[in-house]
């Protein structure tokens, strides 16, 4: 059996493929070793996943945000050491995930816009160009955390239309949620500015709402995407939540641009679990 994990800063999808080419599916919370100590990871593989699994995998093929640097990775393949003592762990950056699921075998330029952001060119083999997405406090432009970033920064200023501001403290009464503690004390901020997407999904209606992500948008485009050479000429593929749930905002600027938009899923799991399958047919 092996064992595909794609992780994000706020879940992670796992799926199995046994020996008969059964799949199997788990989900746990995310893994982002920029934000948790080994322990907490450990922690989430013991308590989360180990009981959703039917035996030990001999191989698992862990795609994760913050996986990039070789700190950060041994401090992964640390935590998977004990609850998976048996099981030879591969660990890869979520980037080159959403690359393999979504252009295969093919050029590309793969991204991500989920709870932050992040793309590459791929060469059909192996990420050529990554242009850092920088965290959500200099970059992440395009994700659910910018987003929300600029939406909480508009209401505290009261920049926001008044219906907007009703429909939003109905939802996070302002008595109940101190907004600057969360973003600046407690763990997560990032999660919590994310947060707010599904509320804004909700009053795509309302032409301030629309104004906001398609800004957005446009600043990853213009600030990330169109830095890539040759970008519109190469097939654009995205993954994540938010370019799933704000696919026509996404694709209004996109064709305003002149490019070529081809995938838009929520996750990659599905095209990592067919891209690991395609392999280890290549093997038998």
Not at 261 to 275: C, D, F, H, Q, S
Request: aromatic fraction near 12%; charge should be positive.
């Amino acid at each position: 059996m092996i064992l595909i994990a794609d992780s994000g800063s706020t879940k992670t999808d796992w799926r199995t493929i046994d020996q008969q080419g059964r799949i199997n599916q788990a989900k746990t919370v995310g893994i982002n070793p920029y934000f948790q100590s080994e322990e907490e990871i450990r922690e989430i593989l013991t308590r989360e996943l180990l009981p959703q699994l039917e035996g030990q995998p001999k191989q698992t093929f862990f795609y994760g945000a913050g996986c990039k640097q070789e700190d950060k990775i041994k401090k992964v393949r640390d935590a998977f050491k004990k609850p998976f003592s048996n099981t030879e762990i591969l660990i890869e950056n979520d980037l080159l995930g959403v690359a393999r699921a979504l252009c295969g075998h093919e050029e590309g330029i793969a991204c991500i816009l989920g709870t932050g952001s992040n793309s590459c060119y791929y060469d059909g083999k192996e990420i050529q160009k990554n242009i850092p997405p920088l965290g959500f406090i200099l970059g992440d432009e395009g994700s659910g955390t910018s987003i929300g970033k600029r939406f909480l920064k508009s209401y505290l200023r009261e920049q926001i239309p008044t219906s907007l501001r009703e429909r939003f403290e109905n939802r996070f009464p302002p008595a109940s949620t101190d907004f600057l503690d969360k973003v600046y004390q407690q763990p997560f901020p990032n999660r919590f500015l994310a947060s707010f997407a599904k509320f804004l999904f909700q009053n795509l209606k309302d032409p301030f709402v629309y104004r906001l992500v398609y800004e957005n948008f446009l600043q990853f485009f213009e600030e990330v995407l169109m830095n890539y050479p040759n970008y519109s000429k190469l097939k654009v593929h995205f993954s994540g939540s938010i370019a799933f749930y704000f696919a026509n905002i996404l694709r209004q600027v996109a064709n305003e641009k002149g490019i070529h938009v081809r995938n838009i899923v929520e996750g990659p799991i599905a095209g990592l679990t067919l891209y690991h399958q395609k392999e280890i047919n290549k093997k038998n």
